[in-house]
C-alpha cells in the first residue's frame, strides 16, 4: 500500500457519513490490497460475534453454515490483536485455511474488524504494516464515535432545553393579566359657555381669535343691523305719528263726542308703537355678542363665519376655562370590554408620548354610535386625576377590564375570528 492509497483510504474513512459506515469502506478497501478468496466484517456486542458484510454477497444469510461456523467457532477463538493463523474451513472454503484477522479496538475493547480468508500467508512487514493500520483506523473511528456522541448528547441537550422553554412559555400562560384597550381620546372643557345669536341676521364682524383669553362681559361678535335699524327707524316714526294723532285728538275730545270716542283707539296704538320700538330697540342691542364669563374662545376661524347667515341658537364659538379639562374618547366596536370603573384609566398625550395623565372613568355609553371615522365606536368621559394636558389636545386612552389569562389575552382575536368565519 502506497501513500496514495493510504490517503484515499483516510480521506473515505473520514468522508464516512457515520461510524456504521467504517467496516464496509475498510472491507472495500483490503478487498484491492489483499488477494483474499473472502473476507468478512464483523460487530463485537457483549460476547457475542454477528457478521455483518460479506464479500462478492449483496446480503448475509444467517442460515448459511460459513457463517455460522465463522460467529460460533472462529471468532471466539481469535485474539483482539492482528493475527495470521491456520484454520479448518468448512469445505466451501477448504482452499483457503490461512485467516488474516484485523480487528479494531477502542480503548483496549474489541468493537468490530474484519476476516479476510487468503492463499498465502502476508510477510512480516505486511503483517505490521496491517497492525498500524487497524491502530489508524481504531483512531478514526474513536474520533467519529465521540463526535456522534457528543452531537447526540448536543441534540438532546437542545431539544430538552427547547422542551424547558416550551413548558415554560406554557406555564406563563396561565398568568393572569389586566384585559386592556386602546380609545381615541381628546381633551375638552368642562361646561363650556356657548356663544349663539338670538336673533336672526349675518354675522358682520368676529372681535376675538382663536384660543385668545377672553374677559367677563368682552365682546365678542357683532350682526348686521341695518335691517334692525331700519325697522327702529320705521317704529318711531310711526310712534311719533301715533302720539301726534293722540295729542290732537286729546285736544279737540272735549268739543267733540266722536273724537272722545276714538281717542281709547289713538291711545292703544301709541301703546302698540311703543312696544314696538322698544322690541327694535332690544334686537339692536342683541347684535352684540358678549361674554358672560372668562376663558379661552373655542372656534375654527373668523372667515368661516364672517358674513354667513346665522339662526337663533346657531353655535359660533365656545368660551371655556383651560383648567376644568375632561376628557372624552371613544372605543370601537371590536375592541370593547368590561371596563372597570374603580381602575385607573392612563392617557398618553400625542404631544408628549413619554409622559402621562391619569384619569378616573366617569362612564361609557352602552349603545354604538358613528366615531369621528365613520366606524361604529362606544363613547364615554374620563376625569383627570393627575398630570397636565392642554385643551384641545389629542391622546391614546388605555383601558383596563378584568383579569384573564395570557392564553385569553392572546387568542382572543384569533377566535373571535373563527367564530364569525365559521359561524358557531
Avoid at 295729542?247 to 308703537?273: F, G
Wanted: glycine residues 4%; hydrophobic residues 40%.
Amino acid at each position: 500500500m502506497n501513500a496514495l492509497q493510504w490517503l484515499i483510504l483516510e480521506k473515505r474513512l473520514i468522508e464516512a457519513k457515520n461510524s456504521e459506515e467504517y467496516p464496509f469502506i475498510f472491507l472495500s478497501i483490503l478487498h484491492k490490497l489483499l488477494q483474499c478468496h473472502a473476507a468478512v466484517t464483523y460487530k463485537k456486542t457483549l460476547n457475542t460475534f454477528i457478521v455483518k458484510d460479506a464479500m462478492h454477497v449483496s446480503e448475509v444469510d444467517r442460515q448459511s453454515p460459513v457463517i455460522e461456523w465463522i460467529e460460533k467457532d472462529l471468532l471466539p477463538s481469535l485474539s483482539n490483536e492482528v493475527d495470521v493463523s491456520d484454520v479448518s474451513p468448512p469445505p466451501s472454503l477448504s482452499s483457503s485455511n490461512i485467516v488474516l484477522h484485523l480487528p479494531i479496538t477502542i480503548k483496549d475493547q474489541l468493537e468490530w474488524g474484519v476476516v479476510c480468508f487468503l492463499n498465502k500467508p502476508p510477510s512480516g512487514s505486511e503483517t505490521i504494516f496491517f497492525k498500524t493500520l487497524c491502530a489508524h483506523v481504531g483512531s478514526l473511528y474513536e474520533k467519529t464515535i465521540e463526535k456522534k456522541i457528543h452531537h447526540k448528547i448536543k441534540n438532546t441537550l437542545t431539544k430538552k432545553r427547547f422542551l424547558a422553554v416550551c413548558f415554560v412559555i406554557f406555564l406563563l400562560g396561565f398568568i393572569k393579566l389586566p384585559q386592556t384597550v386602546l380609545a381615541q381620546a381628546e381633551s375638552m372643557p368642562i361646561k363650556p359657555e356657548l356663544i349663539a345669536p338670538s336673533v336672526d341676521g349675518v354675522i358682520k364682524k368676529i372681535f376675538v381669535l382663536p384660543n385668545e383669553q377672553i374677559k367677563k362681559g368682552q365682546e365678542l361678535v357683532e350682526l348686521d343691523d341695518i335691517l334692525i335699524k331700519n325697522k327702529l327707524e320705521e317704529a318711531a316714526q310711526k310712534l311719533k305719528t301715533s302720539k301726534s294723532r293722540y295729542l290732537k285728538a286729546y285736544r279737540n275730545a272735549y268739543k267733540d263726542n266722536d273724537v272722545r270716542n276714538e281717542l281709547i283707539v289713538l291711545e292703544n296704538e301709541v301703546s302698540q308703537a311703543t312696544i314696538e320700538k322698544n322690541h327694535y330697540s332690544n334686537l339692536l342691542k342683541r347684535t352684540i355678542i358678549s361674554a358672560q364669563d372668562q376663558g379661552v374662545a373655542i372656534y375654527s376661524s373668523p372667515n368661516d363665519f364672517i358674513g354667513k347667515p346665522v339662526k337663533i341658537g346657531q353655535k359660533i364659538m365656545l368660551i371655556a376655562n383651560p383648567k376644568k379639562i375632561k376628557i372624552d374618547f371613544w372605543v370601537p366596536v371590536d375592541n370593547i370590554v368590561s371596563i372597570k370603573k374603580e381602575k385607573t384609566l392612563v392617557l398618553y398625550p400625542n404631544l408628549h408620548p413619554l409622559t402621562t395623565v391619569k384619569a378616573k372613568l366617569l362612564y361609557v355609553n352602552p349603545i354604538a354610535e358613528p366615531m369621528p371615522d365613520g366606524t361604529l365606536g362606544f363613547f364615554g368621559q374620563a376625569q383627570i386625576l393627575k398630570g397636565d394636558i392642554q385643551l384641545g389636545e389629542k391622546g391614546t386612552l388605555k383601558l383596563y377590564g378584568p383579569d384573564k389569562f395570557i392564553w385569553t389575552l392572546l387568542f382572543q382575536r384569533p377566535f373571535r375570528f373563527l367564530r364569525q368565519m365559521l359561524g358557531i
